[in-house]
């Protein structure tokens, strides 16, 4: 065993990292490649519940990508998705409502504010997709 950075054998007396995800034989590196004091080392291996992981840098990548930025995005075109949904179904009952009142008029403008609210959708999902696209190009 050895670091994948400097090549230091990790032995019991060098303190070192393992990749928390692949926990590959060399994805090892002792903490100086990773820039850590031996006090936050020692408090990590002392609190094996603690939530910070250490990634090598084959799954750091994969994990900004596949888990980080685009579980943010995901969630947003959820919470905008529900909102669609909601909106449509008062609309659905709107409309049931006003047909049973054979209001023409009033179920015109009823369709006309629906598709102004499908276009302000329409534009929020577009800017949200863009934005994805921008972070995970920066
Ligand atoms: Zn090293
Ligand atoms: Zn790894």
């Known amino acids: 065993m050895s670091c994948?950075?400097?090549g230091i054998v990790i032995g019991d007396d060098v303190k070192a990292l393992q990749c928390d995800r692949c926990q590959s034989n060399?994805?090892?590196k002792c903490i100086d490649c990773v820039?850590?004091?031996s006090d936050v080392y020692d408090h990590l291996m002392c609190n094996m519940n603690c939530s910070l992981k250490w990634f090598c840098d084959k799954c750091d990548v994969s994990n900004a990508i596949g888990n980080g930025h685009q579980a943010a995005s995901d969630s947003k075109?959820?919470?905008l998705l529900g909102l669609v949904e909601r909106l449509l179904d008062k609309l659905t009952g709107l409309e049931t409502k006003?047909?049973?009142k054979c209001n023409v008029q009033e179920l015109n403008k009823m369709?006309?504010?629906l598709k102004e609210v499908e276009e302000i959708l329409r534009r929020g999902l577009l800017q949200l997709k863009v934005n994805c696209l921008t972070r995970l190009i920066m």
């Open 35 to 37: 820039d850590l004091s």
């Open 26 to 28: 060399d994805s090892w």
């Open 98 to 100: 006003l047909n049973e």
């Open 77 to 79: 075109i959820d919470s």
């Open 4 to 6: 994948s950075a400097c």
């Open 111 to 113: 369709e006309i504010r």
